[in-house]
């Protein structure tokens, strides 16, 4: 079965400092993997995605994500944190259980980041 | 160029009543996804349409339906309400079918509260 794990339900992390999120993942294919970003009381805003090519991707907000094949990782991180970074942070991975039939997403349990000024 | 509309934001409801959710997608999006998200279970996939098709479907009860619409509008049904469907209701939509990327755009929810 195909899933993604975010280990961490909550991360604290200073304003100005660099920020990690963690996900790991578990697909039977080449994965198709994504990060979202929840405030409160809305929906859920895409920061950036992998699909192929390039083990680091670049999104919105100055955040970036690492694939790290052979750990089976897909790590958000951010150099330099700010205070309204804080939100729920969601990684995803679309299924492949439809070959490639539709769009539907297999998401983490969320991280809560918390930047303190 | 307009994002995910949801309509109502905000209804509360009684048990054993139904409810109707509202979703329009982005312009030139077919695909449309609901999902329920809730505390304890998450964000949990409840069906995705494509051209007016059910393609796929989420575990959860006969009770929970829904439809697309020619313009890809799309609604969710909730039938005999309970307690435990209380939840914030999230539709996304996504521009194609086979061989897409797959991001998915939300829109801002329907957030029911079941009494």
């Known amino acids: 079965a195909q899933s993604v794990a975010q280990p961490e339900d909550q991360v604290n992390v200073a304003e100005g400092n660099p920020l990690t999120v963690k996900c790991t993942y578990s697909?039977?294919?080449?994965?198709?993997l994504f990060w979202y970003v929840q405030y409160p009381n809305r929906g859920l805003q895409f920061l950036l995605k992998?699909?192929?090519?390039?083990?680091l991707v670049k999104g919105s907000y100055g955040f970036e994500a690492e694939f790290n094949k052979s750990q089976t990782s897909f790590h958000l991180k951010k150099p330099s944190a700010l205070v309204s970074d804080s939100a729920l942070y969601f990684c995803?991975?679309?299924?492949?259980?439809?070959?490639?039939?539709?769009?539907?997403?297999?998401f983490g349990t969320g991280t809560l980041l918390a930047v303190q000024p | 160029k307009a994002g995910v509309t949801q309509t109502p934001r905000y209804l509360i409801k009684t048990r054993g009543q139904q409810v109707t959710l509202s979703c329009s997608p982005i312009?030139?999006?077919?695909?449309v996804s609901w999902y329920q998200q809730t505390p304890g279970q998450g964000l949990q996939f409840l069906f995705e349409?494509?051209?007016?098709?059910?393609?796929n479907k989420g575990n959860f009860p006969g009770r929970f339906s829904g439809r697309q619409f020619s313009n890809s509008r799309s609604e969710m049904n909730v039938s005999t309400l309970e307690l435990g469907d209380s939840a914030l209701y999230l539709c996304?939509?996504?521009?194609?079918?086979?061989?897409?990327?797959?991001?998915?755009?939300f829109g801002e929810g329907s957030r029911l509260t079941v009494l």
């Open positions: 996304a939509s996504s521009l194609a079918g086979t061989g897409s990327t797959g991001e998915l755009f």
């Open positions: 697909v039977s294919g080449n994965p198709y």
């Open positions: 992998y699909i192929t090519g390039d083990n």
């Open positions: 995803a991975v679309r299924d492949l259980n439809y070959g490639g039939a539709t769009n539907k997403l297999i």
């Open positions: 312009s030139g999006h077919r695909s």
């Open positions: 349409y494509f051209s007016e098709t059910q393609r």
